[in-house]
């Protein structure tokens, strides 16, 4: 079975500028989450959508933005881009929302420079 | 502010010795606690995961959950030198969204 896959793997944008990551959950699987991680840290929570619907907003301004698909998979939109946006963005894909176990993918890797 | 709190390391054991690994949290109402492995790089691999108090073994590894001292920690038995890597404690809070801690550095000595 196919794992969580997310793209691209790797980007770089400018300040100012917007970006769109995507995540493929494993199949069957219908909740996604978005992480932040930076290194040397665990990772951030950012949002969690189960069934279309967003279940949880980590602590993050509004240019981050998410939804989820009819398929399950979902896309992170992050507007006016900083360079402490600069981190690996991880898509992590569980059965149900909630304490469960998540499932990663390999990660984006964002540098804004 | 809920945390979860790991010793940064490095944690520097011989191959084949028991390497331990410990996690404290500070929301009571936690019910979900779980061990991922994230090698440089790479992203975050689920090796245990454990909801009620007690020893769960899985292979060389075994998670231990103590609510009432808010403690979680990982055993890994005869380890590897590819265990060698950074351990990540995620516990869930109360809404159920995961803290995770800022992980554990392991370096397995040949």
């Known amino acids: 079975d196919a794992g969580v896959t997310q793209s691209p793997t790797h980007l770089i944008k400018t300040r100012g500028q917007q970006v769109t990551l995507r995540c493929s959950p494993i199949?069957?699987?219908?909740?996604v989450s978005w992480y932040q991680q930076v290194l040397g840290q665990g990772p951030q929570f950012i949002f969690q959508y189960y069934e279309k619907e967003e279940r949880g907003r980590g602590n993050f301004p509004d240019r981050f933005s998410a939804r989820q698909f009819p398929n399950y998979s979902s896309e992170l939109n992050v507007n006016a881009l900083l360079l402490g946006d600069s981190a690996l963005y991880l898509c992590?894909?569980?059965?149900?929302?909630?304490?469960?176990?998540?499932?990663f993918g390999p990660g984006t890797r964002l540098t804004v420079t | 502010q809920k945390e979860v709190e790991q010793n940064s390391g490095p944690l520097s054991v011989p191959e084949g010795a028991i390497a331990s690994l410990n996690c404290t949290y500070s929301d009571r109402g936690s019910q979900s606690f779980f061990w991922y492995r994230q090698y440089s790089g790479k992203s975050p691999e689920l090796i245990m995961s454990?909801?009620s108090n007690g020893d769960k073994e899985d292979g060389r590894f075994t998670a231990q959950l103590n609510k009432a001292s808010q403690y979680v920690s990982l055993l890994i038995r005869d380890s590897q030198p590819s265990d060698s890597a950074t351990y990540l404690c995620?516990?869930?809070?109360?809404?159920?969204?995961?803290?995770w801690g800022a992980g554990t550095k392991l370096i397995i000595k040949p």
């Open positions: 199949s069957g699987h219908k909740s």
């Open positions: 992590a894909s569980s059965l149900y929302s909630g304490g469960v176990e998540q499932y």
């Open positions: 454990i909801y």
């Open positions: 995620a516990v869930s809070d109360s809404n159920y969204q995961l803290i």
